[in-house]
T-cell receptor
Framework: DTAVSQTPKYLVTQMGNDKSIKCEQN?????MYWYKQDSKKFLKIMFS???????INETVPNRFSPKSPDKAHLNLHINSLELGDSAVYFC????FGAGGDNEQFFGPGTRLTVL | ELKVEQNPLFLSMQEGKNYTIYCNYS?????LYWYRQDPGKSLESLFV?????AVKQEGRLMASLDTKARLSTLHITAAVHDLSATYFC????????????FGTGTRLQVTL
């Protein structure tokens, strides 16, 4: 299936731990994103990579570190997890450029619960 | 900073009725997107609107864009229960093709 996939789907962990979320897309896109959706369903962009280069880096604690080994993968590593990090994290991908519609396709989400 | 406001935040409507969701944004944009999210699920792309006056329709949903008024609408015709979901608009400011700012979402509940 052509899609954006994320692992794991659920992540329950203790405060202070370090965890990673992985994302892969096989849509042939050159740009990938991480979004955070909080308990009120508000969605906010965190990071974006275009061809492995960081192009969007919003005001996010430096405990969050994205890594893009290639343009089909974008991982999110979170150090020293805090209660406020509990949320659903969505990965997305798109083509990038002025000429296209840059429609973003979203993965299934990773529900992170910090206890 | 770009602000994207949707109203209403919550909409309960009977099957068969028509209604419109509004999306206002605060800066110039040439790209506006509508997404649907079912509870506990991902976001599904509904419409991409790229120019002033753009109108797109899919089934009972029709989206339009007025870039001069900085307004997009999502019109629901003869609602059915299957349309119950949360609908988001998202805007990319002019010159920032990929940096989307999402609206607050409109939770639509269609009752029998």
């Amino acid at each position: 299936d052509t899609a954006v996939s994320q692992t794991p789907k659920y992540l329950v962990t203790q405060m202070g731990n370090d965890k990673s979320i992985k994302c892969e897309q096989n849509l042939g896109h050159d740009t990938m994103y991480w979004y955070k959706q909080d308990s009120k369903k508000f969605l906010k962009i965190m990071f974006s990579y275009n061809n492995k280069e960081l192009i969007i880096n919003e005001t996010v604690p430096n405990r969050f570190s994205p890594k893009s080994p290639d343009k089909a993968h974008l991982n999110l590593h979170i150090n020293s997890l805090e209660l406020g990090d509990s949320a659903v994290y969505f990965c997305a991908s798109s083509h990038f450029g002025a000429g296209g519609d840059n429609e973003q396709f979203f993965g299934p989400g990773t529900r992170l619960t910090v206890l | 900073e770009l602000k994207v406001e949707q109203n209403p935040l919550f909409l309960s409507m009977q099957e068969g009725k028509n209604y419109t969701i509004y999306c206002n944004y605060s800066t110039t944009s040439d790209r506006l997107y509508w997404y649907r999210q079912d509870p506990g699920k991902s976001l599904e792309s509904l419409f991409v609107l790229l120019s002033n006056g753009a109108v797109k329709q899919e089934g009972r949903l029709m989206a339009s864009l007025d870039t001069k008024a900085r307004l997009s609408t999502l019109h629901i015709t003869a609602a059915v229960h299957d349309l119950s979901a949360t609908y988001f608009c998202a805007v990319a400011p002019t010159g920032t093709a990929s940096k989307l700012t999402f609206g607050t979402g409109t939770r639509l509940q269609v009752t029998l």
